[in-house]
């Protein structure tokens, strides 16, 4: 009867701590996600508190909306598929071939992803856009073709597939391939049959976060589309802040979250098959130097690839930044202009830099949370279904949440539109999905019969969380606070809402540059965006000085 009672009080502290863990992060959420996205459709389809779901019809009807619909998808779909059709290469070579350089090469191909967009539009503007290297070359320019937004997006994206095909390519045991060979398969035979079936997951799950990401394409498509090409977020933030037509902007709200959540959903089913259908090995063991002319040609290959699509850029961008004499784009930013700040745009830096810390510092907390709630074995389906919630706002429209905060954050106890804490709040927002995907796979390596012994020998849920957990996942807390920094200090569709006139981010203040005409602006917009670079980049070479092959990829 003892054991009983002992098994029923475990079995309730348990679920007690639970969801205590899981309290804060539903109420962030809740309040800062649910909240603002709500009430930015309500104020667009309520009116009188009539809800005038007919409208969805008649947005839906107008030709200029299904024309941004069909280039969303249609331009999604393409960048997906160049970015697979150019990555994958890649990440055979990071998975199979051992090199000199291997480390810091790895890191180089990361940078363009923790980059803001609008660095990314900015350093494809100094290439292929007017006055660029092209046009200064040959007298080709890009930057109104649908062209550069593809170029763009497969610069951003290029590490999504190196990571997530290659981080599993690198681990998929060799030998299964050598025996259909030795079974007289051919070599692409024994690839289609034995090697593609097992990465297929892997490859489908990649594919799906690149077309999330580029489905959602605000900062690319804003500095390099111009008034021609508009995705379903330009769009968003165009009718909320220049033509002031809600309604349209809450049916596309509604469009776009449909299509993130189905998205979601299917990336999570694949993410289940590829933890467990496989099995894998070391992967120190199965990379070795390149043998052979053909397989020196691919390495050879994939250095001109990443030289020319991901390095080029961002050496253009610092090229163009000293333009000046004497570091002069560098030294107008100390000046002020109020015709495009209140501020010199050199304390831009100083603000991100703080706006960045604070929502490091939520976003580890609401996120480690999280992931300590969703590691445990008696989690039920809700705490399941929240898992799939928490990567929501990586898609759902950044414009509508930053809208939303000005809309519903402006009455007690939750006055902040005049708050510093509004922009870290949002930023923390996107943070938090790199910090759960970061911590979860390190949390579900612990053994669990320790965590089962402390609490038997009489610890409490928070000591056995210290003793047991934090020193085997401290670093893959740092990891996720260094992720969570380079996210928040890029973020850009929420902070141009919100941050105030007088403390501009350095993605805003790039953006306000780039909108005004003049060599200055645009050679001061260069300057700010390869600082913004420069930070984001020796943030993330502390990262692969951190990162464990037990640690998540994304």
């Avoid at 509604?254 to 590829?274: C, D, E, K, Y």
């Avoid at 043998?291 to 390095?311: D, F, I």
């Avoid at 917009?525 to 692969?544: K, R």
């Amino acid at each position: 009867m003892d054991l009983t009672r002992t098994e029923v009080a475990t079995r309730r502290r348990s679920a007690a701590a639970r969801f205590g863990l899981l309290a804060a992060p539903v109420a962030f959420f809740a309040v800062f996600f649910a909240y603002p996205v709500a009430a930015i459709v309500a104020r667009g389809l309520k009116t009188d508190g009539t809800w005038h779901l007919a409208r969805i019809g008649e947005v839906l009807a107008q030709s200029d909306v299904r024309h941004v619909l069909w280039f969303t998808t249609w331009q999604a779909l393409v960048s997906t598929a160049l970015t697979l059709l150019v990555a994958l290469p890649g990440a055979y070579v990071f998975a199979r071939f051992d090199f000199p350089g291997k480390q810091v090469l790895r890191a180089v191909v990361t940078v363009p992803f923790v980059l803001p967009t609008v660095v990314v539009g900015t350093a494809f503007l100094a290439l292929v856009g007017r006055g660029g290297l092209l046009d200064e070359l040959w007298g080709v320019r890009l930057d109104t073709t649908v062209w550069a937004i593809l170029l763009a997006h497969v610069f951003f994206n290029y590490a999504v597939v190196v990571r997530t095909v290659g981080g599993l390519w690198a681990q998929l045991d060799p030998r299964q391939e050598e025996a259909a060979r030795m079974l007289g398969a051919s070599q692409l035979k024994a690839w289609r049959q034995v090697t593609l079936p097992a990465l297929a997951p892997a490859v489908a799950a990649a594919a799906l976060m690149v077309f999330l990401f580029t489905f959602t394409s605000f900062g690319v498509v804003q500095i390099l589309g111009g008034p021609t090409f508009s995705t379903l977020e330009v769009e968003i933030y165009r009718q909320t802040s220049e033509i002031f037509d809600l309604p349209t902007a809450a049916v596309l709200t509604l469009i776009q979250f449909v299509a993130v959540g189905a998205i979601l959903a299917v990336h999570a089913w694949t993410v289940r098959r590829r933890e467990t259908a496989l099995r894998l090995v070391d992967a120190s063991v199965t990379a070795r130097r390149p043998r052979g002319a053909g397989q020196w040609a691919l390495l050879g290959g994939v250095l001109v690839t990443v030289a020319l699509l991901l390095v080029l850029p961002l050496a253009v961008l610092v090229q163009r930044s000293l333009g000046a004499p004497g570091f002069g784009y560098y030294r107008a930013l100390t000046g002020e202009d109020g015709g495009v700040f209140l501020v010199p745009p050199i304390e831009a830096i100083g603000n991100s830099l703080s706006y960045a810390v604070a929502a490091t510092l939520i976003a580890v907390v609401i996120g480690g949370l999280a992931a300590i709630a969703l590691t445990r074995r008696d989690a039920g389906r809700f705490v399941r279904g929240f898992d799939a919630l928490l990567m929501l706002p990586l898609g759902v429209s950044a414009v509508t949440v930053g809208f939303g905060f000005l809309i519903s954050l402006d009455e007690p106890p939750l006055d902040l539109r005049s708050s510093w804490i509004l922009v870290p709040l949002a930023q923390a927002l996107v943070g938090v999905p790199f910090v759960v995907r970061t911590m979860l796979p390190v949390l579900r390596a612990v053994d669990v019969r320790l965590r089962e012994a402390a609490s038997v020998l009489g610890a409490s849920p928070w000591r056995v969380w210290r003793e047991v957990d934090l020193p085997m996942v401290r670093r893959a807390l740092l990891i996720a606070a260094g992720f969570a920094f380079a996210v928040s200090l890029g973020e850009f569709g929420a902070t141009v809402f919100i941050a105030r006139p007088d403390r501009p981010t350095l993605p805003v203040a790039v953006a306000r540059l780039l909108g005004r005409p003049g060599d200055l602006n645009y050679g001061q917009a260069m300057a700010l965006s390869t600082i913004l670079m420069v930070v984001c980049a020796v943030a993330l070479l502390v990262l692969e000085r951190l990162r464990t092959d037990r640690t998540g990829e994304f």
